[in-house]
DNA sequence: GCAGCTATTATAACCAGGTACTAATAGTAT
DNA sequence: ATACTATTAGTACCTGGTTATAATAGCTGC
């Protein structure tokens, strides 16, 4: 009977893919101890399960670590600016994903929201250094893991003297609103600044 | 004379800290291709100046980014809550680190700091699931690299009835105030919620 | 000019943690 | 008995090194 002597080998499967996402450091020796198999039958699993070797994934994890670290920079706008007029207006989509939610609720944790919104109120003002001075935010409703936020921001008002600006950011889900905000962003030039903005 | 030929070894050493930390992933025969010195060289140069090997590099990074995810549950609050009363009130600490600053200026970049008060204030609510429903926040100076932000929070009013409470949050570097934010915070008994704490 | 020094290069043995391939063995199904 | 799968064993080979030992080149001080 096949199934008699297939089923450890799927259970060891699973168990060995589970040994390995627990702890991605794993040797191919430390797994034959723990399975109480040979080390060709652990090679067989990888191979079978398309697991690559300990410095494979290694190397995988330094280089997609290694690829976040470069990509910061580019995140000093959270969301992606699909339109933008400057002085005007502008819009950026935020796809809600694993890392921006409340683990327990799948809920989108607030900072991010907001910080699409702010990248956004900043961005869309044309001037070298802009920070943000003051917000006013409500969350109209949460978003949830996979969403995709889009937020739209209006320049209302640019008061030259004090450098001074006021924008208000609308962020939808579909039609629905999730989150407003109204933003006075300083648009500083050059001397000394009140805030980090994004 | 010992300087003169010092000297091309010394700038071998800054090349080659230079070409590793540019391309982290860079053997050595690649690099003895690029600085024109037998692979012998290039490798006292490594003891020298106490650069691990590709794969001990490559280990490094994997741990390092490892630990960064493991620990992400914990980022579900940003700071260290040195002190909690439920109810009433809370404070945190929160230091302002590279990976939170505006690259350019290495001003924090203010969803961070919205980030441990949001965190804090929802924190001190005594509730099982407490989400921001609003928030009114002013930046008040900038908070640079390096600094420790200390996040003080006071409950102001809990409404039991529509389960609303006030919490305002003011944050401190040393004896100066960087961030006031007022909160209203849902203190949701389970049934639909409103927006995604921290 | 020659010992003494540093810098560099060469050579060889060895290592971890594998891959790739071949072969033997055990069990079981038909 | 035959065929098939699963498992184990063994060997050669690979990368990207370490460690140690020795040879060579270039210059220095005297």
């Known amino acids: 009977m096949r199934t008699i002597e297939r089923l450890p080998k799927r259970q060891r499967h699973q168990q060995l893919s589970r040994l390995i996402e627990e702890n991605p450091f794993i040797t191919d020796r430390e797994l034959t101890r723990q399975l109480k198999v ?9 191979m079978e399960l398309a697991i690559p070797e300990l410095r494979e994934r290694m190397k995988l994890m330094a280089e997609r670590s290694y690829d976040a670290v470069r990509s ?5 706008v959270i969301g992606d600016i699909v339109d933008l007029q400057l002085d005007r207006s502008g819009i950026s989509i935020f796809e809600i994903r694993a890392e921006h939610v409340f683990s327990r609720t799948g809920i989108a944790r607030g900072h991010h929201v907001f910080a699409q919104a702010n990248s956004l109120a900043v961005a869309v003002i044309n001037e070298e250094i802009a920070l943000t001075a003051t917000a006013d935010i409500r969350f109209v409703r949460s978003v949830k893991l996979g969403e995709k936020c889009i937020a ?15 924008v208000e950011v609308f962020s939808y889900v579909g039609d629905e609103m999730v989150f407003q905000g109204h933003f006075v962003i300083y648009r500083s030039t050059g001397e000394s600044a009140i805030e980090g903005g994004i």
């Open 38 to 46: 040979s080390i060709q039958t652990v090679r067989l699993d990888r």
């Open 72 to 76: 910061l920079p580019l995140h000093e």
């Open 152 to 166: 739209k921001a209006y320049v209302r008002s640019i008061s030259g003297e004090r450098s001074k600006a006021k």
